[in-house]
């Protein structure tokens, strides 16, 4: 049988901003060559390219958009008719990847749901690049588009850029899926708007969170945990209470419509002690300049009460998910977490599918990995004697401070993390000394280490006395030893699990910007949870460094925003 030759001919746009390569890659497309002088487009023109895919000849009509906005009355002509769309970005124009969703929306409602590639271009410059592919990658999943890295300059990738969507028009390349968690647009904008006019009932409900006097040391979460469990109450959901000791209360909260996947959402009901400079009552909530201040309007009051709305929201439309939420408010988060999220998986068995981490990220990063914590001592031991005659003796003190002084060039080996860095180290403590007429005998410093992934707690401890053998051979009989005090792991989650992917989409959907995702030197209980093996992301309202400050506060707005994207991302997760 003779192969079967089709022709088809379909008009494309290529969109993305101004000075991206639009222009420059339908020229190379269309007559392989670059050329650094182009004109900025104006207005609207086309291109035709004929592509051979399998039996089939495709004639793509290119429509090339000037990025400028004087133009956008011809938007509509040029959009009319077109059965999908290439949209650009510049590698190293991180302004031109946020808007990408800008130029999606745009695409869509003009043209409806057409195959779009999604090109990342100027590959070549390679060292100036501000977005990695993995972003890339992972915007263009959630538009469900294949992403392809270009070069108009040198030509790389061009043509399959084009052949891909040619063979999507075709219908030969099925179309990807969108990100998990298609919900009736409607039920969504109404969620959100009962969010939006739930304002009054967010500020009770924060307000009779801070003036629950939770403060750790010593604890009591319980005055908090009464207040959550009456809320829980209210909203419905099942509640369990567990004390591992006597006020220091953990509640857990949920919904079941199934057996999985199970999500839980973790918020900790502990706050700092006020300490000094508050201009504020910090144990009420006071409303000024579209804030709320008072100790734990941040850390981490306001994102719980963001949750409780969250769910609340989602209760008005009888919980339409499938599998369990759970709401976890913990005990202890700010003093070891031996009483609140350790207790609850070591002991109560507490597990999920996937959690979310309710803590400040400023509504606009995800938070996906944690250095790891070394705590160590170095004790110096030396020799007492008069003060008088220090040849005599040997000063456990100057010995130490030998180490110290050298410990900034610690040696350690790893391998840089992209969102971690480096590791670093802080000398915390240091003590010596009897008197001020006797040479010390001992001294002793604690250092604080904050390790990468890459790696090892018993490498970086050699690392450590090896440092120490370094001073020693130029400073024989100084004796310093190492001990380790405390430790952490480093914990990460892939940004490609699917609550950071569900996290990553929702909070483009509703703040309209593109989320960073980032890594932290601290920690947070998500560190526990993926010791578990939970995978978590910590996401919420409010700036990190209000935690812990005097009059910390929190934009109410942010708390709203906050709420919406909690209750979408447990729609997306679960439906
Ligand atoms: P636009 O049509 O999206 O507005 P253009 O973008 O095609 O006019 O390109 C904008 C600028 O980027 C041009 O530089 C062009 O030469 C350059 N450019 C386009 N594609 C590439 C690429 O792949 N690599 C590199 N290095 N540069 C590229 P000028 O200097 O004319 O503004
Ligand atoms: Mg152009």
New binding site residues.
């Given amino acids: 049988m003779a192969p079967k030759h089709e022709e088809y001919a379909f008009k494309i746009v290529?969109i993305?901003?101004?000075?991206?390569?639009?222009?420059?890659?339908?020229?190379?497309l269309t007559e392989n060559r670059?050329?650094?002088?182009?004109?900025?487009?104006l207005g609207t023109s086309f291109a035709a390219h004929t592509i051979n895919i399998e039996d089939n000849i495709v004639t793509l009509q290119i429509w090339?958009l000037?990025?400028q906005p004087s133009f956008s009355h011809l938007r509509s002509f040029f959009y009319a008719g077109a059965k999908g769309a290439v949209i650009?970005f510049?590698l190293t124009d991180i302004k031109s990847f946020q808007n990408i969703t800008t130029w999606y929306k745009e695409l869509r409602s003009v043209c409806g749901d057409v195959p779009i590639v999604l090109i990342g271009?100027?590959?070549?410059?390679a060292s100036n690049r501000v977005v990695s592919r993995q972003e890339a990658e992972m915007l263009a999943r959630s538009l469900g588009a294949p992403y392809v890295e270009?070069?108009?300059?040198?030509g790389?990738k061009v043509n399959l850029a084009f052949q891909s969507i040619s063979r999507r028009l075709l219908g030969i390349e099925e179309k990807l899926p969108m990100v998990k968690g298609v919900v009736v647009p409607e039920v969504k904008s109404k969620l959100l708007q009962f969010i939006d006019s739930r304002r009054d009932y967010l500020l009770n409900l924060l307000g009779d969170l801070i003036s629950a006097r939770s403060v750790n040391p010593p604890g009591n979460e319980k005055t908090a945990a009464d207040v959550v469990q009456g809320e829980l109450y209210r909203i419905g959901m099942q509640t369990e209470s567990y004390e591992k000791e006597s006020g220091r209360t953990n509640v857990v909260g949920y919904v079941e419509k199934g057996n999985s996947p199970t999500l839980m959402i973790i918020t900790h009901l502990d706050v700092v002690p006020a300490g000094d400079g508050w201009i504020y009552d910090p144990f009420k909530a006071t409303p000024t300049n579209g804030r709320i201040v008072g100790r734990g309007a941040v850390d981490d009051k306001g994102p719980m009460a963001s949750v409780l709305l969250a769910i609340q929201a989602l209760k008005e439309f009888n919980f339409p998910i499938r599998g369990r939420l759970l709401f976890v408010a913990v005990a202890d988060e700010e003093t070891g977490n031996e009483l609140g999220i350790k207790y609850l998986l070591n002991e109560k068995g507490l597990t999920a599918d996937y959690a979310l981490v309710a803590e400040q990220t400023r509504c606009e990063a995800v938070e996906i990995a944690e250095k790891g914590r070394l705590w160590a001592r170095l004790k110096s031991t030396g020799a007492q004697g008069h003060g008088s005659m220090p040849v005599k003796g040997a000063n456990a003190i100057v010995n130490l401070s030998k180490v110290l002084a050298r410990i900034e060039n610690l040696k350690m080996s790893y391998t840089e993390h992209p969102l971690l860095g480096a590791p670093t180290i802080n000398v915390g403590t240091i003590k010596g000394g009897v008197a001020t007429n006797v040479i010390p005998a001992s001294a002793e410093a604690t250092v604080d280490i904050r390790y990468l992934p890459s790696q090892d707690l018993r490498q970086i401890i050699n690392e450590l006395r090896e440092l120490v053998r370094s001073v020693q051979r130029e400073n024989p009989g100084l004796e310093v030893a190492i001990e380790p005090i405390a430790s952490d792991p480093p914990t990460e989650v892939s940004p490609e699990d699917p609550v950071v992917r569900a996290l990553v989409s929702v909070i483009r959907e509703v703040t309209g910007s593109q989320p960073k995702l980032i890594g932290i030197g601290g920690a947070t209980v998500a560190k526990h949870c993926i010791s578990h093996g939970i995978p978590t992301a910590v996401f919420g309202p409010g700036d990190p460094k209000e935690a812990h400050a005097a009059n910390e506060s929190v934009s109410i707005d942010s708390l709203l925003t906050a709420a919406k994207i909690y209750a979408l991302t447990i729609l997306n997760l679960l439906s």
């Fill in positions: 290529c993305g901003d101004g000075g991206v390569g639009k222009t420059s890659l339908i020229v190379r670059f050329s650094e002088d182009y004109k900025m487009t090339d000037g990025g650009v510049d271009n100027k590959n070549d410059l270009t070069s108009a300059k040198t790389d």
